[in-house]
């Protein structure tokens, strides 16, 4: 099937969920003046949605991609259910998976270096969308093993929602993933129309009810700073604070640190030092030179 002919499905289900619904459902005044068509009009739903009637009658015809804060909108406004809500999201994550220029983002060669030198705190830096574009290996140590996730999966927001061990581990997950939808939703206001992002949040959309729900309520702020506590199978419970250095306008280094002469400090170093065993069990001539 071609992009033209999902945008086309995607009008179609537009033009039916519209046609379902009545004035008075959606809170609009109704003179009891007879209506050539059932439903909605076009200029109707883009009022409730606070689009402009051209920009919703260009999507029903398939002519652009919604953004995912748009898709959200819309299925508050078309009093979308459930199910329908996660074909809405389908169709529209389908669309953005057509080919396209656009550039891979890559960590930057100087944080990169940074990352090198960091050996006592687990560290990563996020990209766009939230991706994780690099790590040192206590971050791997502390959180998964980044290098076995595919990179167009490898994003922190997907990892907290799909990987059941993150809610094990992550001593207060639901604070944590909330905080990271917020962020994300931040990003989905700056860059409606990234096909990525879109496609990201149609995927989790469908795949987890809690993200659902959180996408579509009210968001907490998105915090650089503060504390996070970890049940690790290794190294035990740790509380270690975390901050987020901005760097540029797309790249975000992510760092979490111990207080010296604290458990968690102890734990963080035991940590440490297990990774670097199971590292040397699977490569011998791991730290050596070469």
């Given at each position: 099937?071609?992009?033209?002919?999902?945008?086309?499905?995607?009008g179609?289900?537009?033009?039916?969920?519209r046609?379902?619904?009545?004035?008075?459902?959606?809170?609009?005044?109704?003179?009891?003046?007879?209506?050539?068509?059932?439903?909605?009009?076009?200029?109707?739903?883009?009022?409730?949605?606070?689009?402009?009637?051209?920009?919703?009658?260009?999507?029903?015809?398939?002519?652009?991609?919604?953004?995912?804060?748009?898709?959200?909108?819309?299925?508050?406004?078309?009093?979308?259910?459930d199910?329908?809500?996660?074909?809405?999201?389908?169709?529209?994550?389908?669309?953005?998976?057509?080919?396209r220029?656009?550039?891979?983002?890559?960590?930057?060669?100087?944080?990169?270096?940074?990352?090198?030198?960091?050996?006592?705190?687990?560290?990563?830096?996020?990209?766009?969308?939230?991706?994780?574009?690099?790590?040192?290996?206590?971050?791997?140590?502390?959180?998964?093993?980044?290098a076995?996730?595919?990179?167009?999966?490898?994003?922190?927001?997907?990892?907290?929602?799909?990987?059941?061990?993150?809610?094990?581990?992550?001593g207060?997950?639901?604070?944590?993933?909330?905080?990271?939808?917020?962020?994300?939703?931040?990003?989905?206001?700056?860059?409606?129309?990234?096909?990525?992002?879109?496609?990201?949040?149609?995927?989790?959309?469908?795949?987890?009810?809690q993200?659902?729900?959180?996408?579509?309520?009210?968001?907490?702020?998105?915090?650089?700073?503060?504390?996070?506590?970890?049940?690790?199978?290794?190294a035990?419970?740790?509380?270690?604070?975390?901050?987020?250095?901005?760097?540029?306008?797309?790249?975000?280094?992510?760092?979490?640190?111990?207080e010296?002469?604290?458990?968690?400090?102890?734990?963080?170093?035991?940590?440490?030092?297990?990774?670097?065993?199971?590292?040397?069990?699977?490569?011998?001539?791991?730290?050596?030179?070469?």
């Amino acid at each position: 099937m071609t992009s033209d002919e999902h945008r086309n499905e995607l009008g179609e289900f537009l033009k039916a969920r519209r046609a379902e619904l009545s004035l008075r459902t959606v809170g609009l005044p109704d003179n009891g003046t007879p209506r050539r068509v059932a439903g909605l009009r076009r200029e109707e739903v883009a009022l409730l949605a606070k689009v402009s009637t051209e920009y919703y009658t260009r999507l029903e015809q398939g002519r652009i991609q919604p953004s995912a804060s748009t898709l959200t909108t819309l299925a508050r406004v078309l009093h979308l259910g459930d199910a329908q809500r996660d074909q809405l999201f389908a169709l529209a994550a389908t669309e953005t998976r057509r080919p396209r220029h656009r550039t891979v983002q890559k960590v930057r060669p100087q944080l990169r270096r940074l990352l090198d030198e960091l050996t006592m705190a687990p560290a990563l830096v996020l990209g766009r969308s939230m991706d994780v574009l690099a790590w040192n290996p206590l971050a791997a140590a502390l959180l998964t093993d980044f290098a076995a996730i595919p990179d167009k999966k490898r994003n922190l927001v997907r990892i907290l929602f799909t990987d059941p061990g993150m809610r094990t581990l992550c001593g207060d997950w639901e604070t944590s993933a909330r905080g990271c939808v917020a962020q994300l939703r931040t990003q989905a206001v700056k860059r409606p129309d990234d096909p990525r992002l879109a496609a990201l949040v149609g995927e989790l959309s469908m795949r987890d009810t809690q993200f659902r729900q959180w996408w579509g309520g009210p968001h907490p702020p998105y915090r650089i700073v503060g504390g996070k506590a970890f049940h690790h199978p290794v190294a035990g419970t740790l509380t270690l604070d975390w901050d987020a250095f901005p760097c540029g306008t797309d790249q975000e280094l992510g760092v979490w640190t111990a207080e010296p002469g604290t458990p968690s400090y102890d734990r963080l170093r035991i940590l440490g030092s297990w990774q670097a065993n199971s590292t040397a069990d699977r490569d011998p001539d791991a730290g050596k030179p070469r």
